[in-house]
C-alpha cells in the first residue's frame, strides 16, 4: 500500500498500532484532534475534526486505506457522538467514495450488542442490541458501512473490538480481551484480502473464555495468538471476581448497560 | 387513552391516520413542521420542528401514545435526515423518558431492508441492509428505540412500513402495499396491547404477494383485511409490469436503490 | 376404532370430550378416580388411580386408543404430581406396551414452556421451559413418550394445550385459548392419522392473536375453526387488561409462573 | 407472450393444461414424441425427442416461455431416463440459451425429496433426499437449472409436483394433491413475475394436509384454491387407509421409494 | 468456597472426583448410601437416601456448592428411578432453595440424546431423544433445574457426561470419553464463574472424534486437554470395532437404547 | 481389508494417493483408462472405461472398498461428462449393489457449491450452487449416491475435494488446499469407521484461511494437519494477489465460473 490513513491516531489504540501497523504502507498519515507529537520519516500527521466534511475529504484523498478509529469511544453526551460517529462518519464515507474508494476497517464496538448475556453466544448476524448512545452509534456506523458497500461497492471490515487494551483488567475481559499484537495481525488480514466485501468480525484474542465465534469470517485468515487465560490468577486477586448479579458478569457489555444517558449543558 | 399525539401529522400518512385514529384517545394531538388547518373538537395542534429539543419535550409532555410519522421520509440531504431522523429521534425518546414513557409506534421502513432481492423472504431479526441515507436512519431509529426498552423499559413497536398509500401504484406495490385501514388497525393493536415488547412488525396488507411474514409477532392479534391483489389488472395496463433487470423488479428497495446520495449546498 | 378410552373423563375437559367424541369408536371406556356419572349405552365406567400399577394394566386391556386426559392439570404438591403424573404416566405406557401399543393422545401442556415471554414465537422443538413442578411433569411425560416411541414404536400425540374451556376468560387466553369443537376436531385427526409418529400439536384455536404455529404438524391435517378475538370486546370489559408487568401479559405460562411450591404437610 | 412451448404435452398433465393455458400466449407450440391429434388455430404441433439437440434447437426457437412437462415421469430403466431427463434437459438449456432465454417452468417432482418421512416438513433449501433414478435426475434437473441461472441469468421456476391429477386417488395425496386448475393458476404467475429467479416451488393445492410450505415464494403471488380435504370421505371408503408402516403412510415420495433399479435388457 | 457437597461420592465418578476437587473448598461434604471409608481432615462423611427429603434438607444446610453426582447411574427398574432421581433431585433442589441456592452441577447424561444417530452432530438445545427411562430421568432433571433457575435463579450447570472413566474400553468411547483430569477441571470452571447460568455443557475431552461441541458454554473457559483418539489403536485390537448395524456404532446412547425396561418385582 | 478399488488411478490424485494408501488394504486393485505402469507385488491393474457396465461390473467384483476418483474431474463437453460421471457413477453404484455394497469415497467437488462467495461459509446441507457442467455432474453424484444410500443401505463418503495439489498455487487455494498427506488420512478414516452413513466431507487441510467447516463430519475423527498459509508468502510474489474482482477472489469456484459451455463438434 501507498498510504495508509489512521484516524484516531492519539488515542490509547490509536498509539499502540501506530507503530505496529509502519509496515504495511510506504506512508502512514496520522489524524486526530489530539496532538500527535512528531512525524516519523514515514508519516504524515494532519490535524482533522471529522464533523468538518472538507477537513475530511482532504484527509482522506490520496490514501489507500483507512484503518478508522477516530471518533468518540466511550458513552458521552449525545451532540458530541453526534458530530464525531454520526456526521463524522459521513463525511468519511463520503470523503471515500470521492476518493476512490479506499478500504476501510471500522472500529466498531461489541457495544452494539452489549444486552445480550454472557451465556449467550451471539453470532455476527444476530439483531443488535446496543447498550447505549455510544453503541447506536455504532450501530449507525454498520449501517452506513453496509449500504455503501451495496450501493457503490466500498468495501470496509466491521471489527466489533471487545476490549483492545495492553492486558485484561477485570473478569469481564478474560472475553473481550484483544492483544495489540493479534489486533495488528488482524489489520494485515484486512488489507491483504485480495477481496474483503463488508464482514463483521469480533475483535478478540483466541481466549479460553468468550462468547463470539469468527468462523464465518475465516476467509480472511486470522487466527489469534493471544489468550487472556494467562492473566485470570492476577484478577482474581485483584480486582478480584465481580458479583453473579453486577453487570460486569451478566451483560456483555458490563458496566456500559449501566450509563445513564449523559445531559446536554 | 387520554392524549395520543401523530408527528408528521401534516403528511400523507399522518392525514389519512388522524381521521382513522381519532377513536383512539380522547384527545389526539398532531404537530408538523407544516400546516395542520383547524383543529378539531377532540384535537390539538402543535407546531415542532423535531431537532429542537426543548420544542419536542413540551411536545410529548402529558401524551401517554405516541404515533411517530414525523420526520424526512425520503432519500434527502444528509444534513436534512440528520436533523429530523437522528437528532430529531434522539429529543422524542429523552422526552418520552422524561414524561412517563408513553408507548411508542415509529414509522420505520422497509428501506432499512432495501437491499435484499425480492425472491429471498426477509425474516424479522435479519441482518439489516439498508438502500440510501433515508435507510440508514431507519437503521439507527430501530437501533435507538432498541436500547431505550433494554435500558429504560421504553416499548416501541417498529413498524417497517411497505408502502402505505391510497391503493398501489406499480408492481413493487403489490407486494409492499399497506391500506390505509390496515395500518389503522395495526396502530389500534400496538397501544391495545396489554404488552408490547419492542417488535419489529412489516406493515403491509394481506396480499397475495409479498416477501414479509409476520408470525412473529402475531401475539398483537393484528389481521390485515386488504389485498393489493385486486389492483393487479389496473397496474398490468399502467404503468405496466417493469423491466426484468430494473430495480422496480428485483431490490425490495425498488428505485430507492438507485437513488444517489444528495449534495449539500 | 373399536374402543376409545379416556381418562381423567370426569375433569372439565373429559366431560367436554366425552359427548363430543362418542362417535370415534364403538366404545369409549370412561376413567377417572371422581365420580362419572351413569354410562351411556356405548360407555364404559372403570374407577381408576393412575398410580396403581395392576388397575392401570387392566383400563387399558382392550382399547385400540388412549385420550389421556388424567393426572393432575394444576401446580400442586410435588408428592401427588409424583404419582399421578409421573408413576401414572409410567403405568400407562407400560400398559400400552402389554396391550398391542394403542395410539394415545397425552394432554401435555403450555406450561412446559411457560417462561418464553409472550412476544417470542416458540418453536415445537424449542428448549422446554416450565413454569412449575406441574410443567416440569409435563416435560417428563413428552419425554417419557418420546422414548417409548423410539425404543418400541409407541405413537403418541403430545398436545400442549394452551387453555382449553369453555371460552377465555382473560386477556392471555386471546392467545391460548382452544374452544372444545377445535379440540374434538383435533382428537379425531390424531386417531385417523394413517402414520401419527410423536409430534408436538400446540392446542390452540385459530386465534388471531397467538405465539404458536402448527406448520410443522400440518401433515394431521387439523384445521381449527374458532377464534378467540370475538370475546375481546368482553374482556375488556371485564376483567379488563392486565397491567404490562403482569405475569398475565408477560409470561406465556401467566399467573404459573408466580406459583409457589406448594408444601407437602 | 407471443409464443409458449409445452413439452411433453401429450401426457396426462399435457393434456390437462393445454386448454387451461391457451390465453397466455398468442400461440402455443405443442410437443411430444407421442400423438398431440389436431392444432387449434392458435397451437403449433411439432414431434421432438428431447435426446436430439438439433431437434431440440429448433423446437425452441422462437418461444419466449417454456412449460417443460416432458421427460420421463415415473421410475424407469436408467438409459431411458439419461437419455430424456439428462441429455434432454441439457438440450433443452442449451436450446433456450442459444435463443434468448425463454422463461421456463421445469417439472421438478417431489421424488426429489421422497426419503423425508411425512411428519417431516420440508423446507425448499432442505437437502435432496431423492426416492429412485427418477428422483434422481430431477435433482439432475434443478442442478443444471440452477447453474445456467448462476452463469447465464437464465430464469426457471422448479416447480416440485407432488401429485397433479384430476383428483386424489389415495390418503398421500391428500397432502401432495395440486388440482389442474390450481397448476394453471401457478403457470400464469410465474410467466407473468417480473423478476422470477431460479425458485422452488412446491406443487400443491392448499389442502389441509401438507408438508410443504410455500412461504419462500409467495413473492410470486400464487394462492393455490383447491383443497384436496373434500376427497377424504371418499378414500376413507376406498381405497382405504393405508397401514401405518406402509410407504404411502411413512415416505413423501410414497410406493416410489421401494420401486427397484429397472433393469436394462 | 467453604463447604463443597459431593453426592453419589462412592461412586467410581465419586471417587476419582474426591481427591481431584479437595482443593476447591475447605471442606467437602461427602454423601452417599455406599460406604464412603475414612474422611481426611478436609472432608465430612453424611450418608444419606435422596429419597428422604429431611435428610437431604440436612444435608445441603452449610453448603455454597453442590456436585451432584448421586443417584441411578444406568437404566434399571422405574421404582429405584422415582426415588432417587426424581423424587431425590426435587428433595435436593427444595434444600437448596431452602439454604441460600448454593450453586449445583447436576450429573446429566449423553443418554437424554441417546438415540440421535452417531453422524448427525447435536445441538445443546435441539430437542432430546432420551434412550430409556435413565436417560428420561435425566430429561426432567434438566427442566427441573430450569424451572428452579428461571423461578427462583438457581444457578445449575447441566453436565451431560458422555463417558467418564479411566480410560475409553470400546469404540463409541473415542467420542464420548471425559478424562477424569478433563471433568475436574470442568468443575472448578463451573464454581468459578462469576454468572453461571443454567447451561447445558457437554461432558467430554478433546477427542478427535465428536458429536457434541461446547461453543455455546464457551463463556465457562473450559478448555478440554485430553483425547480418546491415543486409544484408538488399543481398542482396534481389543475389544475390536463394531459392526456397522451395532447400536454401538450406530446411536449417540450406544447399548442404552437396547436396554429392555426392568421389570418390577 | 481385503481389496480396495481405485479408479482413475492413473489422474495426478491417484497417483499420489496410490502410494500413500497401500496400507489399507492386502490388495489395491487400481483402474483408469490411462496407463498405469507396473503393479506391485500388492497391486492389481484393470483397464476400465466407467461408461461400460459389464465392464465395471467386473472390476468391483471382489472388492470391499472404493476410492472412485475417476470420471472427468474439469469442465468439459457434455457428452463426456454424461459417459463418465453420470453413466459411470450409476454403473459403478449399480455393480456395488452387486457385489455386496462394498463402502465408497465419492470425490465429488467444490464446484457443486462453487457460485457462493468466498465471504460466505457455506454449511454442508446448504443449497447446491455448481459453477459448471461438471460441477452439475457432482451434484447428480451425490443425489445418487444419497439414493442409494436411503434406499439400499450404500455407505458413501462425499468428499467435496478444493483443491487436493502438491502445494497451493494461487491465492485462493490458500482456502481450498488438501494435502495429498491430509487427503491419505482422510480416507483412511473414512474407511475405518465403524458406521460411516452418508456424509458430505469438505476436502481441505487446516487452513487459516477457510470457508467451510467440518464439524458436523467430526466424527469420523480426521484432523487434517497441513495449513496452506506457509505457502502465503510465497504466493503473494508469484502469482501475486488477484484482483477483488476477479473470480479467483470473489467465487469458491474460481474461474470455474467463467468456464463457458464447451462445445459438442
Same mark, same amino acid.
Given at each position: ?41 514515514? %508519516?504524515?500527521?494532519?490535524?482533522? /475534526?471529522?464533523? /468538518?466534511?472538507?477537513?475530511? /475529504? ?16 466511550? =458513552? ?43 451465556? =449467550? ?8 442490541? +446496543? ?10 456506523? =454498520? ?28 473478569? *469481564? ?36 473464555? *468468550?462468547?463470539? /465465534? ?19 490468577? %492476577? ?6 471476581? +465481580? =458479583? ?22
Amino acid at each position: 500500500m501507498k498510504r495508509l490513513l489512521i484516524t484516531g491516531a492519539a488515542g490509547a489504540l490509536g498509539r499502540a498500532m501506530r507503530a505496529r501497523v509502519a509496515d504495511l504502507a510506504e506512508v502512514v498519515r496520522l489524524s486526530d484532534i489530539a496532538d500527535l507529537g512528531t512525524a516519523a520519516p514515514h %508519516e504524515e500527521i494532519i490535524s482533522c /475534526d471529522l464533523g /468538518d466534511a472538507a477537513a475530511v /475529504d482532504r484527509l482522506v484523498e490520496g490514501c489507500d486505506a483507512i484503518l478508522h478509529l477516530g471518533g468518540i469511544s466511550v =458513552e458521552d453526551k449525545f451532540s458530541k457522538i453526534l458530530n464525531a460517529n454520526l456526521l463524522g462518519l459521513y463525511n468519511l464515507y463520503e470523503a471515500a467514495r470521492a476518493h476512490g474508494q479506499p478500504r476501510i476497517l471500522f472500529a466498531s464496538s461489541n457495544h452494539t450488542v452489549g444486552f445480550y448475556r454472557q451465556d =449467550e453466544p451471539v453470532a455476527a448476524d444476530a439483531p443488535m442490541r +446496543p447498550d447505549g448512545l455510544y453503541g447506536v452509534s455504532k450501530c449507525f456506523g =454498520e449501517a452506513l458501512a453496509r449500504m455503501y458497500f451495496e450501493k457503490f461497492g466500498q468495501e470496509t471490515a466491521l471489527v466489533r473490538i471487545g476490549s483492545c487494551t495492553e492486558k485484561p483488567t477485570n473478569h *469481564r475481559m478474560l472475553s473481550t480481551w484483544m492483544s495489540y499484537d493479534d489486533f495488528a495481525a488482524l489489520i494485515a488480514c484486512v488489507f491483504r484480502a485480495p477481496m474483503l466485501g463488508c464482514p463483521v468480525v469480533w475483535g478478540i484474542s483466541d481466549n479460553d473464555s *468468550r462468547w463470539w /465465534d469468527n468462523g464465518h469470517a475465516a476467509y480472511l485468515g486470522w487466527r489469534p495468538r493471544d489468550n487472556a487465560e494467562r492473566f485470570r490468577a %492476577e484478577l482474581e486477586v485483584s480486582p478480584g471476581r +465481580p =458479583e453473579a448479579s453486577s453487570p460486569l458478569a451478566v451483560y456483555q457489555g458490563g458496566m456500559f448497560t449501566r450509563d445513564p444517558i449523559f445531559t446536554e449543558e
